[in-house]
């Protein structure tokens, strides 16, 4: 459970101030009133020891599954934005493969309210790019956006067809809209449920062609090339994927992408004992393609991490590795994940992490940058990053208990959320605090 509380006046001290859209990093106090940042606290504010920590703007994850409508029994919008403030995320994406999927003004409305209802984090939903995502013929993208969807997408499949992956281009142009593709040939990947490489040869599990992926970016780069309409590669996970959208950045393409925290610090071995908790789509790829996420983020060809949090029932997933449905939670372990894979590997350090839960999402997205400045909205994420802590599912705030990190020991945590006057609390975690007079302002 988040333990949450409301403050007229708040004063966070002593915390590193790490700001990837004003390129600011230093030590310093940040005062809110009536929700907004300040200048200085009022007397009397309620000050919290952020001594050790980050304070940033709050994160984002742009690819997210809140299973609502339709699957409450795996995760609803409450539970789903309550386990997002958990891991220090202010803003989710989520998906439209709901049941009924997002193809409708309607249910976009419903989703909104019910995230307003919820009062736990900012969602933007996703819509489909076709109606049903069945693949055939396309949304109205321009009475969507009017609704508030942050881009469209037929996420949990690919739109294999070309002319109307065509169509859907030339009428995003029109509007405006970002188009997510997760890029997966249907034909090509076949019944595959695991990487087709060494790992399932060994085991004898039926293997998903990496060109699946790969062939799909392809198309919808020559697509994007015609059409000069902004196309955005959900969860990247091959090495010569992430290279097809290094080429297209290069040419000038408005190409962005996204890799999941999964896809850097776990290759295809960890399928081979079956668990169907490390069965996901795209699947676990070998150490080379893993490596060259890592890269990809590091060079600027991948521009955030994504978690696609994808929570499923034990039962479901007890159905053994073939038939499981794919996919993991995420949305808890991704700050300490993130940093296992960019910052303990010495590769990347805290401001670059940061932004690529900030300012990266903020720009795939065309959103307004959220500087953490006097007049702004209160909008912070408070990370703790030597903090050492054990992954235990029974703890999450999420309803999913599906993750191949239980009983990992990472270091580096989210501790909460700073949103307006409120002040939400990750379980196990603790602030000190305290009711008194800020006389030494920063
Ligand atoms: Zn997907």
Redesign the pocket.
């Known amino acids: 459970m988040l333990q949450t509380s409301n403050y007229d006046s708040l004063l966070i001290r002593g915390g590193r101030i790490i700001d990837p859209f004003t390129d600011r990093d230093e030590i310093g106090d940040i005062a809110v009133v009536n929700g907004v940042v300040a200048r200085a606290p009022t007397n009397n504010a309620h000050v919290i020891d952020a001594s050790g920590w980050i304070v940033c703007p709050g994160l984002m994850d742009i690819?997210v599954h809140l299973r609502e409508p339709g699957q409450t029994h795996k995760e609803t919008i409450e539970t789903g934005t309550a386990a997002a403030v958990a891991g220090g995320f202010t803003f989710v994406a989520c998906?439209p493969n709901t049941k009924p999927p997002l193809d409708h003004p309607d249910a976009i409305r419903s989703v909104l309210e019910r995230a307003r209802n919820a009062g736990h984090c900012q969602v933007g939903p996703i819509a489909a790019i076709t109606k049903g995502r069945s693949g055939n013929t396309i949304t109205d993208f321009g009475v969507l956006l009017d609704t508030g969807v942050v881009a469209l997408?037929d996420?949990?499949?690919g739109v294999d067809d070309d002319s109307v992956m065509r169509a859907a281009f030339e009428s995003a142009r029109e509007v405006g809209a970002v188009l997510i593709q997760?890029c997966?040939y249907k034909a090509i990947s076949a019944a595959g449920v695991m990487h087709l490489g060494d790992v399932s040869r060994r085991r004898g599990f039926p293997g998903l062609d990496p060109r699946s992926e790969e062939a799909m970016i392809e198309r919808d780069i020559d697509l994007c090339r015609e059409t000069s309409s902004r196309y955005h590669v959900?969860?990247v996970s091959t090495a010569r994927a992430v290279d097809l959208v290094r080429r297209a950045k290069a040419e000038g393409l408005p190409v962005t992408t996204e890799v999941c925290t999964h896809h850097l610090v776990l290759t295809d071995e960890a399928c081979a004992e079956g668990d169907p908790n490390t069965k996901m789509?795209?699947p676990l790829r070998p150490w080379a393609d893993v490596e060259e996420c890592r890269r990809g983020l590091l060079d600027g060809t991948i521009d955030c991490i994504v978690t696609?949090h994808a929570p499923h029932t034990v039962e479901e997933k007890a159905a053994g590795f073939l038939r499981a449905p794919p996919g993991i939670v995420g949305l808890e372990t991704a700050v300490g994940l993130a940093a296992q894979a960019m910052i303990e590997s010495g590769l990347a350090d805290w401001p670059q992490l940061v932004a690529w839960f900030t300012a990266g999402p903020t720009a795939v997205l065309n959103r307004r940058p959220r500087p953490i400045e006097v007049g702004a909205r209160a909008d912070l994420s408070l990370l703790s990053p030597l903090s050492r802590w054990t992954v235990d599912p029974q703890r999450f705030v999420s309803r999913g208990r599906n993750t191949p990190f239980s009983g990992w020991k990472l270091t580096g945590k989210a501790i909460g959320t700073v949103q307006g006057r409120r002040v939400a609390v990750s379980p196990g975690a603790r602030l000190k605090s305290s009711q008194q007079p800020a006389e030494d302002f920063r």
């Open positions: 690819h998906m997408s996420d949990g499949d997760h997966e959900a969860h789509h795209p696609d």
